[in-house]
């Protein structure tokens, strides 16, 4: 990672307090009394932490959890901070960011239900790994495999909610920590009626994110007349729609009467297994992300 984006502000509290295990009030009390890290600030005045920052507090929480005082270690440049925790005890084991081995202590994790663990090796996985190659190398091969541990008889139901929920909140905060471009660029994401499944919908929103759009997100099982009042509400130029489970026929109508209703100017974008044999007469049909990409990047 280079130093421009290693101290480029992009997480919020709240990402942050998830990437380190501090809670927001410590957060606040480092740095109004100790001044552990000075964040940047949004034009709302709401914290940005960049990836040094983040860095900083992790090896300020590692000598607070071993015994220091946070009064005593704040004034210390990180170098003198990784010293005095080499001396302390032996180095933690690093995570590896290759994707299997994040996709199979992941995996491996959820099945103890270690959350706290799984939780906090995806989040150090996503500040270590570019955000397209965690979405795409990371967090969708973790989807792919649990669909198949889960048919598999490998995983129960509980092992599925709990990893969702860890994704489903990881993902939301890494979209949320892209700045939200002008609204003449603005992008509805959402799945028809009936359509519960939400990881592609969220892995769309972040992608889009990424490419500088401002994002929509309606989220799950919406009306038809729901999503086009959305689009047309707030003047949207591009709607995209996720149908993975839902059944084909009822994919097929939601997805008819949307593109019906939706006017000509907003573009129209759907994706997933059930939305394959609808037949679109002006929207188009992708089968994976980097399909997506083509699109956003014309």
Request: without cysteine.
């Amino acid at each position: 990672m280079s130093d421009d984006v290693k101290d480029s502000p992009r997480y919020r509290v709240g990402m942050v307090a998830r990437l380190t295990g501090l809670s927001t009030h410590t957060l606040r009390m480092w740095e109004k009394r100790h001044q552990a890290v000075v964040p940047a600030r949004t034009p709302a005045g709401g914290r940005l932490y960049s990836d040094a920052d983040v860095e900083r507090l992790m090896l300020l929480k590692r000598l607070v959890d071993g015994g220091h005082s946070i009064g005593s270690i704040s004034p210390l440049e990180n170098e003198e901070l990784k010293r005095t925790l080499a001396v302390q005890r032996p180095p933690e084991p690093r995570i590896q960011a290759a994707p299997t081995d994040v996709r199979d202590r992941f995996l491996a994790a959820i099945a103890d239900l270690d959350a706290h663990g799984a939780e906090q090796l995806l989040a150090r996985a996503a500040v270590a790994l570019e955000p397209r190659a965690f979405l795409l190398d990371v967090v969708r091969p973790i989807l792919d495999e649990m669909g198949r541990r889960y048919e598999a008889g490998q995983l129960r139901i509980v092992h599925e909610h709990v990893a969702s929920a860890i994704l489903r909140n990881l993902l939301v905060s890494l979209t949320r920590m892209f700045p939200r471009s002008s609204r003449e660029r603005t992008a509805i994401i959402a799945t028809p009626a009936g359509e519960r499944h939400e990881f592609g919908a969220l892995m769309v929103a972040m992608l889009v994110a990424m490419k500088g759009w401002h994002i929509l997100y309606l989220g799950t099982d919406l009306p038809a007349q729901e999503i086009v009042y959305a689009a047309e509400k707030s003047e949207a130029s591009l709607l995209l729609l996720s149908a993975v489970r839902l059944d084909s026929d009822v994919a097929t109508s939601e997805i008819t009467e949307i593109e019906t209703a939706l006017p000509s100017q907003i573009d129209l974008v759907v994706g997933g297994a059930a939305a394959a044999a609808a037949p679109l007469t002006r929207g188009r049909y992708i089968d994976d992300l980097g399909s997506l990409e083509a699109i956003l990047g014309r």
